[in-house]
């Protein structure tokens, strides 16, 4: 289990609008008013069936608690691939491990937390895994308060009828998953 406020003095990597390398903060100084622009990701996982993981933040989230967001989201370490930061932290938020991960593209957006006052700011890179129904799936509470599979449909109604229950970043992440 992680301590969520333990992970406001790591290191991410400050970029560029193009996503050049250009120094690096902690994760609390990139999330302060205004935001500063840093390097992040987020994880879709889709079963067979097509539906998307959610995993609702946990309460003690310092950026958009208790909201829907994809499967999972983190930042890499400076220096660190994208991919492999990726995988760590499906490990530590939901127990996923072994999946295979494919970049989908780069969402880049800025967000104000109206309950935090904090500000995301992220070059976020998205990826997406594909994983089978028995999943197991064992979350840590200090991150996640809960988990549910949703249809994109379903998902498109929600983000239209009640998008403050949902993470400002996920239409945007959600668009980049090809459409079959």
Request: glycine share 8%.
């Amino acid at each position: 289990m992680t301590t969520v406020g333990a992970k406001e003095g790591d290191l991410v990597e400050l970029v560029s609008p193009e996503g050049e390398a250009a120094g690096v903060a902690t994760v609390a100084q990139a999330h302060q008013v205004p935001g500063r622009l840093h390097r992040a990701f987020s994880v879709l996982l889709v079963d067979p069936a097509g539906r998307l993981l959610l995993q609702q933040r946990a309460a003690g989230k310092t950026r958009f608690p208790l909201r829907w967001a994809n499967a999972c989201c983190g930042h890499p370490a400076p220096g660190e691939a994208v991919a492999d930061a990726a995988r760590r932290r499906l490990a530590e938020e939901i127990g996923v491990r072994d999946v295979a991960l494919t970049e989908l593209g780069v969402y880049v957006y800025r967000a104000e937390d109206p309950a935090t006052g904090r500000v995301e700011h992220e070059f976020d890179h998205v990826l997406v895994g594909r994983v089978g129904e028995d999943l197991a799936l064992t979350p840590d509470p200090a991150e996640v308060a809960a988990l549910r599979w949703v249809t994109i449909p379903k998902l498109s109604a929600a983000l239209a009828d009640e998008p403050d229950s949902y993470a400002p970043w996920l239409p945007g992440v959600v668009a980049l998953l090809p459409q079959d």
